[in-house]
C-alpha cells in the first residue's frame, strides 16, 4: 500500500509542477506570438486580395512563416511547442483568415479546356460510335441466325 501512495503523491507532484510550467509559459507566450507573429502574418495578408487568401500557393510563405514563429518564440520561452495555446492561436488565425476556403485549402475552379474537352467530346464520340455500330449491324441480318 504504501508503494501505491508514493507513486500516486509522485504522479501529483509531476502533474503540479507540469501545471506550474505550462500557466508559467501561457501567461505571456499568448502576448508574445500575438505581437510578434500574427502582427506579421496580418501585414502579408493585407498585401494579398482577400480572394487570394485561399490560394495555398499565394500563403503558404506566409503560413509557414508563422508557424516557425510560433516555434522560435516558445522556444525561446522554454515552453513546450505545438502546445494548447498554438492550438486556440491557429484556430482563431484559421476562423478569420481561411474560413471560407474548401477543405483541401486549393481553390476551386474548372481545369483547362484542354484537360476538360476530352472528356466531355470522347463519351460522345464513343456513344455516337456505338450507335453507328449497332444501326449498321442490325441492316446486315445475314450470318444472325
Not at 8 to 19: E, I, P
Not at 73 to 95: G, S, Y
Request: with cysteine; glycine share 4%.
Amino acid at each position: 500500500m504504501a508503494s501505491v501512495s508514493w507513486r500516486r503523491a509522485l504522479f501529483v507532484l509531476l502533474v503540479v509542477n507540469l501545471s506550474v510550467l505550462t500557466t508559467a509559459c501561457s501567461s505571456h507566450y499568448g502576448n508574445a506570438i500575438e505581437e510578434f507573429c500574427l502582427a506579421k502574418f496580418k501585414l502579408d495578408m493585407e498585401v494579398l486580395d482577400q480572394h487570394q487568401w485561399c490560394s495555398w500557393e499565394d500563403t503558404v510563405e506566409s503560413y509557414g512563416e508563422l508557424t516557425n514563429c510560433t516555434f522560435l518564440v516558445a522556444l525561446k520561452m522554454n515552453c513546450f511547442w505545438p502546445n494548447r495555446m498554438v492550438d486556440e492561436f491557429f484556430i482563431r488565425v484559421h476562423r478569420h483568415y481561411f474560413h471560407d476556403c474548401s477543405v483541401s485549402g486549393r481553390l476551386l475552379h474548372d481545369p483547362p479546356n484542354r484537360i476538360l474537352g476530352p472528356f466531355i467530346v470522347v463519351p460522345i464520340l464513343v456513344t455516337l460510335l456505338m450507335t453507328a455500330l449497332v444501326v449498321w449491324r442490325s441492316k446486315r441480318s445475314e450470318g444472325i441466325v
